[in-house]
């Protein structure tokens, strides 16, 4: 495992890192209630800063001003970031994104017996408060398909076993997490291969510090086993191993 140790001069700065304000785990987890939380995100930007010896500062910011946040937050890094979520005049801010991090899977989520069902069977969809799903836009905006938006992952898992919902779009990981909490195995919540599911990336970004995304990418190339065991710990499955 190597570390490539900055000789940069600016120490002294404490660099700012906005996160969501939300319980994802074991994606990341930044919710008031679990301030002091590990998580896959916190332990691996915690390596890449601390192996430069940068000082850092996680700053959990609200998911719904979340194209906002480089404008009015004055922060100097966003995970997870990426340029899909970008809407208007966001897109034009000259953001770096870093390689992919994870590859997970944009689909939609439903219990076991839904697993064959269409697109026009799903009339509630559950989200957490902030996330949009980009795959159901159509369906709610022309209101055959109502958007359901919760404060937390565990609700909605709590729902979709009750019935209460019929999907979900939140990362399968996720969802598996919060089935182990309800004493549920994994293939409770499956995804639905008949409606459309893409792959998609978390990016570390930054506006004013391009380089320090380039260093990222470099500890990514260099540090390919320690991602790996961080990946491990949270039990972390990417896009392709999905059932």
Do not use: C
């Not at 609700?155 to 182990?180: F, R």
């Amino acid at each position: 495992m190597a570390f490539f140790i900055s000789t940069s001069t600016s120490y002294s700065k404490e660099y700012i890192i906005g996160v969501e304000d939300v319980s994802y785990f074991p994606l990341y987890d930044f919710s008031p209630q679990y301030p002091n939380r590990a998580s896959f995100t916190k332990d691996l930007l915690s390596s890449f800063f601390k192996s430069n010896g940068y000082q850092f500062k996680f700053v959990p910011l609200p998911i719904k001003r979340f194209d906002k946040w480089y404008v009015e937050e004055a922060i100097d890094f966003k995970f997870p970031d990426n340029v899909r979520w970008r809407a208007g005049d966001s897109k034009k801010l000259g953001i770096t994104y870093s390689s992919p991090v994870l590859t997970l899977t944009a689909g939609t989520y439903v219990d076991q017996k839904l697993r064959k069902k269409p697109r026009e069977s799903i009339k509630r969809l559950g989200t957490v408060l902030g996330f949009f799903p980009t795959l159901w836009y159509d369906k709610i905006q022309d209101k055959s398909t109502a958007l359901v938006e919760l404060s937390s992952p565990y609700s909605i898992v709590k729902h979709m076993l009750h019935g209460n919902i019929d999907a979900t779009n939140i990362d399968k990981n996720v969802i598996n997490y919060n089935l182990k909490l309800l004493g549920k195995s994994g293939d409770s919540i499956v995804l639905n291969k008949q409606i459309k599911n893409e792959q998609y990336a978390y990016h570390f970004s930054s506006i004013h510090y391009p380089e320090m995304i380039r260093e990222f990418n470099a500890f990514l190339r260099e540090n390919q086993q320690l991602v790996a065991r961080i990946k491990s710990k949270y039990g972390i499955i990417e896009a392709n191993r999905v059932k």
